[in-house]
């Protein structure tokens, strides 16, 4: 079954928003029979509102580490080991880039 992108309208602030294809393909695949009927944001508010009004992401563990490449002292959100070098966002870039 191929999906193509649909238009929906908000229940609460009444914008319009897509519903995706990649999305309608992941409901089907959970087994979803509604669309959702609300946009990003006002899903966002009413989970914000459900849980006590103040919802924040978790927040991440952050390790400082030494640049391999420049030495300036940095932070990443993964634990480093010694056997792997790990650079400042500026050196990662230039690496992947």
Not at 11 to 24: L, R
Not at 33 to 41: F, K, T, V
């Amino acid at each position: 079954m191929a999906f193509e992108d649909k238009t929906l309208k908000c229940k609460d602030c009444g914008s319009d928003f897509i519903f995706t294809a990649g999305e309608q393909e992941f409901y089907a695949e959970k087994g979803f029979e509604n669309e959702p009927a609300r946009c990003r944001d006002c899903r966002i508010a009413r989970k914000r509102n459900r849980d006590g009004g103040d919802y924040q992401a978790p927040q991440r563990e952050m390790h400082e580490v030494v640049c391999a490449e420049c030495g300036v002292v940095t932070q990443v959100p993964f634990k480093p080991r010694n056997d792997r070098p790990v650079y400042c966002r500026d050196c990662f870039n230039n690496h992947r880039g």
